[in-house]
């Protein structure tokens, strides 16, 4: 019963991001067959790499004619935010059992991660894998889809649907930055450092978004033990 | 040249995998003293902010002004209700309209 709840709602909070990944998948799916890239190539890029900004940077490296450890090394570096966000989750995650751990992992992406963490009630294993799932299965059907049958969708229409993701993001920030004048210190701190260092390159790609949120967090510790230190000096 | 796309995307799965996983393996030994936990709770809004600026509004190349509304539909209807799927859902239409209504 109770396991059946956090199923659904799994699903449910997943719909969103399943809806914005569909042009995005597609895209991806056209750009693959554009690229001489087989339909089972195609389809293990998205099931085995599931991380969409490296699959389409993968793919132009090949079609330049980069070498494996070029974009293999790039592929990590881009994806290594993942791993500040698997260690947040970790801490913030009840895993019934260990076993599913390996799965749990696979699924963390920017928009699984940013739901999980962001949810008032509990994150269990059965609502993060539900969630997971929903995402992982339309990146996959949309990346096949995409590749046999091409743009299907008006081209305005996958663009207006990519800035619906960002909605997102923005609908799970807006309530948290409401209660919290910290939060909504933190959140800008972040932009403001992030488009400073992307704008201007002043670190390699992938790297970019780690030392953003790597200095953010901090900062956060740093206020936070400002305000208890205060706190315990009121009270003598 | 085709067992060679085969050997990247297994590649690329592995070097992807790793950093998303061995956080978990590590906590699962370990239990992270306050700190760090404390420097953890923080890593989600962080990364959302990194998320959202610049990328949101670089989202329609060669249509800012879009982007933008669609970014500020997305802040007011999530400032004014709760329901996600009425902020995505309204946020896709000003983005639409605007791509198809309004000059650049």
């Known amino acids: 019963?109770?396991?059946?709840?956090?199923?659904?709602?799994?699903?449910?909070?997943?719909?969103?991001?399943?809806?914005?990944?569909?042009?995005?998948?597609?895209?991806f799916g056209?750009?693959?067959?554009?690229?001489?890239?087989?339909?089972?190539?195609?389809?293990?890029?998205?099931?085995?790499?599931?991380?969409?900004?490296?699959?389409f940077m993968a793919i132009n490296m090949i079609l330049l004619g980069s070498g494996f450890t070029q974009i293999i090394i790039a592929t990590f570096l881009l994806n290594l935010r993942h791993f500040l966000m698997s260690a947040s989750l970790s801490q913030r995650i009840e895993v019934s059992n260990s076993r599913?751990?390996?799965?749990?992992?696979?699924?963390?992406?920017?928009?699984?991660?940013?739901?999980?963490?962001?949810?008032?009630?509990?994150?269990?294993?059965?609502?993060?894998?539900?969630?997971?799932?929903?995402?992982?299965?339309?990146?996959?059907?949309?990346?096949?889809?995409?590749?046999?049958i091409g743009e299907i969708l008006p081209p305005s229409l996958s663009s207006s649907m990519v800035v619906g993701l960002y909605a997102m993001f923005i609908a799970i920030l807006i309530p948290q930055m409401k209660s919290s004048g910290r939060a909504c210190f933190l959140v800008l701190l972040s932009g403001?450092?992030?488009?400073?260092?992307?704008?201007?390159?002043?670190?390699?790609?992938?790297?970019?978004?780690?030392?953003?949120?790597?200095?953010?967090?901090?900062?956060?510790?740093?206020?936070?033990?400002?305000?208890?230190?205060?706190?315990?000096?009121?009270?003598? | 040249m085709k067992s060679n796309i085969t050997l990247i995307i297994l590649g690329m799965s592995v070097v992807t995998y790793i950093p998303r996983h061995l956080p978990f393996i590590i906590?699962?030994?370990?239990?992270?003293?306050?700190?760090?936990?404390?420097?953890?709770?923080?890593?989600?809004?962080?990364?959302?902010?990194?998320?959202?600026?610049?990328?949101?509004?670089?989202?329609?190349?060669?249509?800012?002004?879009?982007?933008?509304?669609?970014v500020a539909a997305a802040g007011i209807l999530s400032y004014t209700q709760k329901n996600i799927f009425i902020t995505v859902a309204g946020s896709i239409t000003i983005t639409y309209l605007a791509l198809n209504f309004l000059a650049r």
Request: hydrophobic content about 50%; overall charge negative; charged content about 15%.
């Open chain 2, 27 to 70: 906590s699962e030994r370990v239990s992270f003293p306050p700190i760090l936990k404390s420097f953890l709770s923080y890593v989600p809004i962080a990364a959302l902010g990194a998320l959202i600026f610049p990328d949101a509004f670089l989202a329609l190349e060669g249509y800012p002004l879009a982007s933008a509304m669609g």
């Open chain 1, 30 to 55: 056209v750009l693959s067959k554009a690229a001489n890239v087989t339909i089972g190539e195609a389809f293990l890029f998205s099931s085995m790499v599931y991380a969409g900004a490296s699959q």
């Open chain 1, 192 to 236: 403001l450092i992030n488009t400073t260092i992307k704008t201007n390159n002043l670190l390699p790609k992938g790297w970019d978004i780690v030392t953003t949120i790597s200095i953010v967090s901090l900062i956060g510790v740093i206020l936070e033990g400002q305000v208890n230190r205060r706190e315990e000096k009121d009270e003598i």
């Open chain 1, 100 to 148: 599913l751990l390996p799965f749990i992992s696979f699924g963390v992406t920017d928009e699984a991660f940013s739901i999980a963490s962001s949810r008032d009630g509990a994150v269990t294993s059965a609502f993060f894998m539900a969630l997971h799932l929903t995402i992982y299965f339309s990146w996959i059907i949309a990346t096949v889809l995409g590749y046999l």
């Open chain 1, 1 to 27: 019963m109770n396991h059946n709840y956090h199923i659904r709602e799994g699903i449910k909070q997943g719909i969103p991001v399943a809806l914005g990944y569909i042009p995005i998948a597609i895209t």
